[in-house]
């Protein structure tokens, strides 16, 4: 048997080196170059002692599991080109009473389930939705809806942040039968962490230059 990653974990290559989240944990993990080789060559069993001793080492960490075949890559994401908020000339209506319900249950989730029965839940909702193929003409409306959120949550006495923003403009896109990728990524120094949403290569709910310095390392 090979091994794969867990499903409640994921990595990026930040300047080198692994950069893995732990859902489970709510923490991010920085990995040595051996480690990260190790894992970007989707080695299945380890060609040495030394290599075999690191993957049962992540195995006994619950970050691999056993599996017909090695699936151990990073994620891949697209670079973000443009952001909405900067480009996009038409702004979707986002009721008071969707953004407060989508954002505050956002929140609450994240604060009394954690983050990874959060991410859970929403990957469930999504299955809910008849969401339609991707395409220009829904990059337009996706990034008409990013603007229109943005344009009332600025106008709300709530602190912005990033996980619960992103779920809850997600929840809002699934309602008008859109979809879009939110990430989960890092930069290395000084640390940080940052979370968005992206359609192709069009940020949603941040501008462009916000995002260049992080690194995806989670994918929903």
């Known amino acids: 048997m090979a091994y794969a990653l867990a ?7 930040v300047d080198g080196l692994a950069v893995m989240l732990d859902l489970n944990a709510d923490r991010y993990f920085l990995l040595d170059k051996v480690t990260t080789s190790l894992l970007e060559t989707n080695c299945e069993h380890g060609t040495d002692d030394a290599q075999q001793s690191i993957l049962r080492r992540l195995a006994s960490r619950g ?79 996706a990034a008409a809806v990013g603007c229109g959120y943005n344009a009332r949550l600025v106008r709300l006495p709530l602190r ?3 996980v619960p923003d992103s779920l809850a403009l997600l929840r809002s896109l699934w309602g008008r039968r859109l979809d879009a ?15 968005w949403l992206q359609f ?21």
Not at 7 to 13: A, D, I, K, Q, R
Not at 181 to 195: K, N
Not at 209 to 219: L, P, S, W
């Open 63 to 141: 970050w691999l599991v056993h599996a017909a075949a090695p699936s151990l890559g990073p994620v891949l994401a697209q670079l973000p080109a443009a952001s909405a908020l900067e480009t996009s000339s038409e702004s979707s209506i986002i009721g008071l009473t969707e953004l407060m319900k989508y954002r505050i249950g956002a929140a609450a989730s994240l604060r009394w389930h954690g983050l990874a029965a959060t991410i859970a839940m929403w990957r469930r909702l999504r299955t809910d939705f008849h969401l339609e193929p991707r395409c220009s003409a829904k990059a337009d409306a």
């Open 181 to 195: 990728d939110l990430y989960f990524g890092v930069r290395r120094e000084p640390f940080a962490a940052h979370c």
């Open 7 to 13: 499903p409640h974990v994921s990595y990026g290559n």
């Open 200 to 220: 192709e290569h069009n940020l949603l709910i941040d501008p462009l230059d916000k995002v260049a310095e992080f690194t995806a390392v989670f994918k929903l």
């Open 160 to 162: 912005r942040r990033c």
